[in-house]
């Protein structure tokens, strides 16, 4: 009796746990486009090269959890803008970016390793995701980091985290090659829990004061408006834009809405589960 007990305590397991229990392994490659105050349009026109590794654990045919670290670079430039607003402002800037994330996924089909027909699947995920970024920009021929300058009036010691928390969404497809190894396809948007990634966020500095306390290329990048007007003044006047536009107190960003950046790749993962008990793919 007690082996039939012990048989049946089994057997249940099985048909709770899934047979494809186990751990993929693999990387991935594509690119990261940003989006924010240098591109509130939401242009997809200046993706960068991206690329990363994962490690996923498969609870069931449904449901994965995901770790990962990715590495690439954002960029954005007010020149390519619609906003005239936003041309004027004439403002630019390149990060590195790395994180590191952890997601939840849903299969939307049953998934199973080397099967005939449960060999694919679309699915969603959402997690969190730790990044570190250090936006630049170029003056005199010359890439600076921001950060240091206090471009919107920052005093020292009070500059903005070059590290921030994100909440992680997105989906994918993934399909078997053979039992062990897979290919995924996935998009992926990190928003960020700062206005930092690309240095603007609020109002216009004092420039004499950024000047005073970071010098006078920190005071040259609080408003860079005067070199598009250097080089076209009929720009300003023939759409009617006050110069200079970096009053202090004006508006140089919306701090209301923080930076976000996508990432989309395809990647390899191998699997190296087992099945652990015969299962029923009608379930």
Known sequence: MKNYINILIFSLLCLNLSAQRGWEAGGWLGMAQYFGDLNTDFQFNDPKLA???ALRYNFNER???????NMGSVAADDANSDNIFERARNLHFR???GDIAGQLEFNFLPYFHGDKDYFWTPYLFAGYSVSYFNPQAEIDGDWVDLRPLGTEGQFKSEEYFTVSGGLLYGGGFK???????SINVEIGARKLFTDYLDDVSTVYADVDD???????IAARLVDRSAELFQ???????SNNIEYPIGEPGRQRGNSKTNDTYVMIGIGVMYYFGDLRCPYDKTR
């Open 51 to 53: 690329g990363g590794i």
């Open 231 to 237: 080089e076209d003044p009929s720009f300003f006047t």
């Open 210 to 216: 950024v000047e005073d306390l970071r010098g006078p």
């Open 175 to 181: 399909i078997d090659l053979n039992y062990e190894w």
């Open 63 to 69: 449901v994965c959890l995901k770790f990962g670290a």
């Open 95 to 97: 990060s590195r970016i």
